[in-house]
């Protein structure tokens, strides 16, 4: 059959060929610019997170606490992007500011770094900084902060809140509240360790040596052992130590000074008393 007898193929009704519109080759051309642009800044800032990351494992490979400055402060805390948590404390350590508070948070704060620094958890999600007031007053001044010491947690996304600030007039600096701060803000848990303390243990030896030589010095006499005035006066001893504003002071570590909450008043003595 010839040519003429073929079927001829038609288009189907209704559908036409897509064509560019005229003038639409620069819009397309703008928008693969635009996305190229969005990857490129993505990875720019993939790459300026990444590199201060490992600035900061840098720093905590060589202490547990490193010093900020005003410009290492914008830089690692206050400038984005960051995905890790920063505990900050603020303080004076100068001995021309006369801070004995400030030595002896200093310690706890130390203590506590370490136990996060030599932990088996440790990670690149936690650090821990300071800023000394004669090295960063700029920051002081930024955050409107007049006290120290101060502790603060400056979480991976957004401001810090209220909670973020440690409540140190009412819970004092122990490590240990330290920690359970930091539980409470990062979720992060760390299990303080207290360098062993052998005051206790070479005070028990006097006193066990002491004991044993008088013994020994009245081992012919030891009538006073009987002597009920004596120990009367050894229980009372006892009584009151125990009961005593110190013993108390012992086992809830309050601050040295309390600050007034209405007038911001720096107070050693509470005005409801001796028990806060």
């Known amino acids: ?39 490129g800044g993505q990875k720019k800032k993939e790459n300026l997170l990444a590199e201060k990351v490992e600035q900061l494992m840098e720093w905590s490979a060589r202490r547990s606490i490193f010093r900020l400055n005003g410009d290492k402060f914008r830089k690692f805390i206050k400038t984005p992007p960051r995905n890790y948590s920063m505990i900050v404390m603020f303080t004076a350590l100068q001995p021309q500011r006369q801070c004995s508070v400030c030595r002896q948070a200093n310690e706890e704060y130390q203590i506590l770094a370490n136990s996060w620094r030599y932990s088996s958890a440790f990670c690149n999600k936690l ?26 947690h400056f979480p991976p996304k957004g401001r810090p809140k209220r909670a ?18 930091i539980a409470d803000r990062t979720d992060v848990h760390i299990r303080v360790f207290r360098p062993p303390n052998y005051s206790g243990t070479i005070a028990l030896a006097l006193l066990v040596s002491l004991v044993g030589g008088l013994l020994y010095l009245r081992r012919n006499n030891l009538e006073f052992i009987y002597n009920k005035t004596g120990w009367a006066m050894v229980s009372l001893c006892i009584v009151f130590a125990m009961t005593s504003g110190q013993m108390w002071n012992h086992i809830r570590g309050p601050p040295y000074a309390h600050k007034n909450p209405h007038n911001g008043q720096v107070m050693l003595l509470s005005p409801w008393g001796w028990f806060f």
């Not at 650090?127 to 101060?150: I, K, R, W």
């Open 1 to 39: 059959m010839g040519a003429a007898g073929a079927p001829s193929r038609r288009r189907p009704a209704g559908r036409r060929p897509w064509h560019l519109p005229a003038g639409s080759f620069p819009f397309l051309l703008l928008l693969l610019l635009l996305c190229i642009q969005l990857g």
């Open 164 to 181: 973020d600030t440690f409540d140190l007039q009412r819970i004092g600096f122990a490590a240990e509240q330290l920690a359970k701060w």
């Open 127 to 152: 650090f821990f900084s300071m800023v000394d007031y004669d090295e960063g007053t700029d920051v002081f001044q930024q955050l409107n902060m007049n006290s120290a010491p101060t502790f603060m």
